[in-house]
């Protein structure tokens, strides 16, 4: 039994594209002789929303006219998931072989070779969690006990921290190394200078589509219609200035120069067929913390790093389904206290590493704290990020030969700023 209905686009949509009729991810875009505006990623070329919009073919009557014509897509998030899901099966039907929607194409297609993305909406606040068992296991082997990886509250509560939006950039943006504070190995007094343990964090973020009250809290239940989204997110991180810095109240300049996120963003009605059960927590999690259904996702996910002169090697793949915890979880923990959220808060998976070494979704792992050396193709080797090196996250979902995609997370790394 196929878990999909048989659509035909009259869109000619290249096998193996991540944009297939059954994804339809928002994004902010712009072209040479256009204002930013909202887009759907359809093959190799974006749906323009607002010109759809503006010809009649969207017709709901809460999409004020001109809510595309926006540089951010946070006034659609915040409608309610009814209207989300109304849309979608509206757009779907205009991309629909047969749709007259076609005679308008010049006005309506725009290729995504000629368009430039933008983020795709106001980040409010940025949370990051730690919730994947293999990450926070090797982590917590390597910088403390192998036999008590693990914290006492690591399986009671997902462990997250508060992270920085201002420094949140999309795909393509290249970041200088950081430069901060840092305690070489064996000395007793800090130094001054770049960052030596440059790393990327492999992980995926969901994007909220809601505002709740300062005092409400959002149950496991009523999470999943407050999730408007996923994108992958690359949580760049200086290790050498984490390790000095973080105790005892965590993270801070070791990873608040950049995190990079992909532009289009998949919702949570396109990744539905790609649920599956999640690992077992043991031991039983707390009353708010327990939920119903299925809320992990099999997506694949890569991680490749191009050297300045050389072709790109893939050094990880992992799989969102090896999460711990869910992201239901994750925002039922986040508001048990009465915490509001906002539509455009974006709160980051942690890490995502699997059970064998080239699952790893960090250099820290890869190389087991620069123990040993990562290839690369071009017979170069890594134990960190050098400077020029590119590195890119990809991710999709695939079943009955149809694959809903994510795109891209990419960023060079520059030498450090003088
Ligand atoms: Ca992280």
Redesign the pocket.
Known sequence: MTTFKSLKSWVSIPTNSDFSIHNLPYGVFSTSNGSKRVGVAIGTEILDLNECQKLGLLNISELKKGIFDNDKLNNFMALAPTVWSRTRSIIQEILTAGHEAENHRDKILVPQSSAQMHMPFEVGDYT???SSIEHATNVGKMFRDPENALLPNWKHLPVGYH?RSSSIIIDGTPIHRPKGQQLPKGESQPIFGPCRLMDF?L?MAFVVGKNTEIGESISTKQAEDAIFGMVLFN?W?ARDIQKWEYVPLG?FLG?SFASTLSPWVVTMEALKPFKVKGPKQEPSVLEYLKYEGDHNYDINLLVGIQPKDGEESIICQSNYKYMYWNMVQQLAHHTINGCNVRTGDLM????ISGKTEDSFGSMLELSWAGSKEVQLKNNETRKFIKDYDTVTIRGFAEKDGVRVGFGQASGQVLPAKD
């Open positions: 990051d969690f730690y992270g964090e992980e949580d991180s993270p990873k980051a998976s942690g890490t």
